[in-house]
């Protein structure tokens, strides 16, 4: 079982930063994916970015590259998004997602931003946007 607590959601003003963290607990395998989702009221859950933490690879979805950047600190357990230029249409619950076994074969490649990829969730944290 795999444990995911999410921090640093927050207000901010359009344009400002945020850094968001995931520390992860339990039993995932080396070289397992994580990523981060959200979902705006109203909307499908989608993924923005995810990371290989086997090489670090990552994927990012079109709208979010060049302004988020997702990392990892093996020795913490933890996996962070930092984000900038945020823009109104930013706003939504932000999910840190994580695989329990070895990414995929095809991780390096948009297909790996799909919610069903990934078997274990955080409690999300809210992200506000306002102009």
């Known amino acids: 079982q795999v444990q995911l607590v999410e921090s640093g959601g927050g207000s901010v003003q359009a344009g400002g930063s945020l850094k968001l963290s995931c520390v992860a607990s339990g039993y995932t395998a080396h070289g397992n994916c994580m990523g981060w989702f959200r979902q705006a009221p109203g909307k499908e859950r989608e993924g923005i970015a995810v990371?290989?933490?086997?090489?670090?690879?990552?994927v990012y979805k079109s709208s979010v590259k060049g302004r988020f950047t997702i990392s990892q600190n093996n020795a913490k357990n933890t996996v962070y998004l930092q984000m900038s230029a945020l823009e109104p249409e930013d706003t939504a619950m932000y999910y840190c997602a994580a695989t329990s076994a070895f990414c995929p074969s095809w991780a390096a490649t948009l297909r790996v931003l799909a919610v069903e990829v990934f078997d274990n969730w955080g409690q999300g944290t809210q992200v506000t946007v306002s102009r």
């Open positions: 990371i290989y933490t086997g090489n670090s690879v990552t």
